[in-house]
């Protein structure tokens, strides 16, 4: 990231996260799969070594997540009684499936910020 010598112009790390495109251009593609980071950007070159999200969008997933299913899992049941074979039907995969898609965008998300704000991983100066 300190060696970006070339140009661009700044790009919204929010729009370009969520659609899953370079942090640097906008343009060329950051995932090789549904979460796998590709190797570089296929359009301007970045390598994409210093993409680390960590758990970071995995937290964020299960908390948002979490607190939407599990809050209309609650208004369901006081509602509408629901046997507990319908909540395990319906809030299952409505639960996996909004996981994968928030994990994806949240996914590049961090990562465009990652770039924007050059943040890296702490290190101890020595010398």
């Not at 010598?5 to 343009?27: F, T």
């Not at 969008?57 to 299913?69: D, M, S, Y």
């Not at 509602?79 to 928030?102: D, E, F, M, R």
């Amino acid at each position: 990231m300190s060696n970006d010598n070339a140009h661009y112009p700044p790009v919204d790390p929010i729009k370009v996260g969520l659609a899953g495109h370079c942090p640097r251009c906008g343009q060329g593609k950051l995932f090789d799969g549904l979460v796998k980071i590709k190797p570089r950007c296929a359009n301007c070159g970045l390598d994409y070594a210093f993409a680390d999200s960590g758990d970071g969008p995995a937290v964020f997933v299960i908390l948002i997540i979490g607190f939407l299913v599990v809050g209309l899992a609650l208004w369901a049941e006081v509602n509408y009684h629901w046997p507990v074979w319908l909540h395990i039907l319906l809030w299952g995969p409505l639960t996996i499936i909004l996981s994968l898609a928030l994990l994806r965008g949240l996914k590049g998300v961090l990562i465009a910020l990652q770039y924007r704000n050059s943040a890296s991983e702490g290190k101890i100066d020595r010398e």
